[in-house]
């Protein structure tokens, strides 16, 4: 079964503007985290922006927002004041627990964004 | 501050072959995890090393195995290549017992089979 879902293969924003990508993941597991990140064409995966299930506020790094609702196990990515070097693939992941002991991140299948000029 | 490394960058092989990838964590880290990352796709887990011990495995045949030495760093080896194996292998590193575990990437070793 799909745990993570990002439902937005594509997306296109302006430079300087704003940018939600979004990201919804099913677990049974009280204890979990969500993270954030960024592909360029080169290949490497690029950590953004981490979340833990049992965190009170919503995460932020700079300009990267994780807009965390819980109760509808939703995860979107802010990204503010888009730059031309975010265009890039961006994925969302989760492991179920909490600790780097417990294991494997659970990827999406990416959102590929594009920022104009 | 040295990030996660991995060597080499690409490689070309013939169905049938076998293949070795190798994998430096970033300083400090003591777990190494590896991914496949198919065209177009998101990477899928294959297994993940801490003390020299494999201590979780994705949905991935026999064919593919690892080693973590000592110092951490680790190698993925692929025996029987298949044409399916071509992809992007991703190696990733963490700390064991950390809070997060967040684990950072390196640059991928591009696969191609044919």
């Known amino acids: 079964a799909q745990k993570i879902t990002q439902t937005q293969p594509g997306m296109f924003v302006q430079e300087k503007e704003a940018v939600t990508l979004d990201c919804t993941y099913d677990t049974s597991d009280p204890s979990y985290g969500l993270f954030w990140y960024k592909q360029p064409s080169s290949g490497e995966m690029i950590f953004l922006i981490y979340?833990?299930?049992?965190?009170?506020q919503n995460a932020t790094e700079g300009r990267y927002s994780l807009n965390f609702q819980k109760a509808r196990k939703s995860a979107n990515l802010v990204i503010s004041a888009s730059q031309l070097g975010d265009s890039a693939m961006y994925f969302c992941a989760m492991r179920e627990g909490l600790r780097g002991s417990q294991g494997n991140l659970i990827f999406g299948k990416g959102t590929k964004l594009s920022v104009k000029p | 501050d040295a990030g996660v490394t991995q060597s080499p960058t690409h490689l070309i092989k013939t169905r049938g072959q076998q293949v070795t990838l190798r994998c430096s964590p970033k300083?400090?880290?003591?777990?190494v995890s590896w991914y496949q990352q198919a065209l177009g796709q998101g990477p899928q887990f294959i297994f993940q090393y801490y003390e020299e011990e494999e201590r979780q495995r994705g949905n991935f045949p026999d064919r593919f195995s690892g080693h973590q030495f000592p110092n951490y760093s680790s190698e993925l080896n692929v025996n029987a290549l298949l044409l399916g194996d071509s992809a992007l292998y991703l190696c990733?590193?963490?700390?064991?017992?950390?809070?997060?575990?967040?684990?950072?990437f390196g640059p991928g070793t591009r696969l191609t089979v044919l």
């Open positions: 979340q833990g299930s049992y965190d009170q």
């Open positions: 300083s400090g880290h003591d777990t």
């Open positions: 990733a590193s963490s700390l064991f017992g950390g809070r997060a575990g967040t684990q950072y």
